[in-house]
């Protein structure tokens, strides 16, 4: 059977684009912070936009550093000590929430940089039968990180987008949604993966390409739910990298 791809991290697209003042009265200074604060971001979007679809055409996976959210949340504070107090509040509630989304997805990634630096799904960086344990861990973790981000990313990019106005939120969420949604899928996938060459150890061997090949001691019933596992993980992937892209056209003008 095929060797699954590397598992991609799921990007979240930080929406302060278009930064307004809603329904407030802007002064004519204010709005100029606020074009700045606009075009500093595009701009720092557009650099991490480029990452991730560099890294997608390499087809190894996404990993990339989340420090722009840091690099934004910076610029949005700067600016909020250049405004009126009307505006300076709502420029600190963004730069509150990006921090708040920085610090749900900084677990997330350090957890997934480990997994990938261990080996990931590769049964060959496997040497010794404890070296599951680790892996498993990791996946119990990226799975409860995951949902934890479900569940609050969503209210935490709203709280940074609602005063731009922006049409594209809405669809904004839901791809990220459904990111979210298929990770939940996938790391079932990985459990049972690794679960059963954990539970088949001295049982198979891995060939030159990759591949995995079982004893015949291994029942049928258990090779083919490995195989279903591994169908799982290599549509996913493949489904991942086509919402990332869907994700980075909306960002493009």
């Known amino acids: 059977m095929e060797k699954p791809m590397r598992q991609l991290i799921p990007c979240v697209w930080v929406l302060i684009l278009g930064l307004g003042l809603g329904g407030c009265d802007a002064k004519k200074q204010d709005q100029a912070v606020v074009d700045q604060v606009a075009s ?17 055409e390499s087809g190894e996976g996404i990993a990339p550093d989340v420090g722009h959210i840091d690099n934004m949340a910076s610029i949005i504070e700067e600016a909020a000590e250049q405004s ?117 150890w001295d049982q198979y061997g891995v060939d030159d390409a990759g591949s995995i090949m079982f004893s015949p001691e291994v029942p049928e019933e258990i090779v083919a739910e490995f195989n279903a596992h591994a169908d799982v993980i290599k549509r996913i992937t493949a489904e991942q990298a086509r919402l990332q892209r869907a994700l980075i056209e909306l960002d493009s003008p």
């Not at 971001?41 to 997608?56: C, G, N, P, V």
């Not at 600190?92 to 990938?116: C, G, H, N």
């Open 84 to 200: 009126s107090s009307v505006q300076a509040q709502v420029l600190r509630e963004q730069a509150e929430s990006l921090r708040k989304v920085q610090a749900l997805i900084l677990p997330y990634q350090d957890a997934l940089a480990e997994f990938t630096e261990l080996g990931g799904l590769d049964a060959s960086t496997i040497y010794e039968l404890e070296g599951f344990d680790r892996r498993l861990e990791l996946v119990d973790l990226l799975d409860t990180l995951n949902n934890k981000m479900d569940n609050e990313l969503p209210a935490l990019i709203r709280k940074i987008d609602e005063h731009s106005g922006s049409a594209e939120l809405d669809m904004k969420i839901g791809l990220i949604e459904q990111i979210r949604k298929a990770d939940r899928e996938m790391y079932a996938s990985m459990k049972g993966y690794l679960t059963i060459l954990q539970q088949t």
């Open 40 to 56: 500093d971001a595009k701009a720092i979007q557009d650099e991490f936009d480029a990452q991730i679809k560099e890294q997608l």
